[in-house]
């Protein structure tokens, strides 16, 4: 079982909907991020938090905006998507983002934007 | 420019057949750490293994073992004896920093174990 718990498992929304996914760690990690994972691209970091504060914004498109209130949640709110944007969304955490650990990574939610 | 590439689009073996994945990476600092990640069909990534840059010394860990060669960039990933179980897509990484903002991920390799 995974430390790492992402809710929805599977999204299919609008363009002109709001939705959140969001992301959960039990392991007492103080890093946490998020990854796109299209068919058509390799894997991308698109945010990093690190003791709850943004540290990486990879270029994200405005749509996509990231809340970390505490150590152990992340979010990742959606609105106003494109077709395109569909792909699974990865959370990960690590121990320490400074110690370049190994990160564990949740199953992802797989979003489709119709 | 820091990149990994996997060449294996897709590979499919017969259970018990060796396997090896090939990744191979550019990047021109020094210090760098290298990643295998594998992803089953349920969709998380699980780590496999992280290599710095000055450890060249192979690894072997049950039926995985993986090949670090400076000289050719590249590190490589052999399953032995492959199981059905071992179907997946692997992804070799590469983190060119101590504090793990600048990762980058190859396009993955398909492996397929055939019973």
């Known amino acids: 079982e995974t430390g790492v718990t992402q809710t929805p498992r599977h999204l299919v929304m609008g363009m002109t909907n709001k939705k959140s996914l969001k992301c959960e760690q039990h392991l007492g990690h103080n890093a946490m991020y998020w990854y796109k994972q299209s068919a058509k691209k390799p894997l991308e970091l698109m945010f990093v938090?690190?003791?709850?504060?943004?540290?990486e914004n990879n270029s994200v498109p405005s749509r996509f905006s990231p809340e970390c209130p505490n150590s152990s949640h992340l979010f990742l709110h959606l609105h106003t998507l494109q077709p395109e944007d569909s792909a699974l969304y990865l959370c990960?955490?690590?121990?320490?983002?400074?110690?370049?650990?190994?990160?564990?990574f949740g199953q992802g939610t797989r979003l489709t934007v119709v | 420019a820091q990149k990994v590439t996997q060449a294996q689009t897709e590979i499919s073996v017969v259970e018990k057949e060796d396997v090896t994945l090939d990744c191979v990476y550019e990047?021109?600092?020094?210090?760098?750490?290298l990643f295998w990640y594998k992803q089953p069909p349920s969709g998380e990534l699980v780590f496999l293994i992280r290599r710095n840059s000055f450890d060249e010394q192979n690894e072997i860990s049950g039926r995985y073992s993986w090949n670090f060669q400076k000289s050719t960039s590249s590190f490589n990933f052999t399953i032995t004896a492959s199981q059905v179980v071992d179907s997946a897509v692997y992804f070799c990484?590469?983190?060119?920093?101590?504090?793990?903002?600048?990762?980058?991920f190859g396009p993955g390799t398909r492996l397929s174990v055939l019973p």
């Open positions: 990484a590469l983190s060119w920093d101590n504090y793990g903002q600048n990762f980058v």
């Open positions: 990047t021109r600092d020094t210090t760098y750490y």
């Open positions: 990960a955490s690590s121990q320490d983002q400074e110690e370049n650990t190994e990160a564990f």
């Open positions: 938090y690190s003791l709850e504060e943004r540290v």
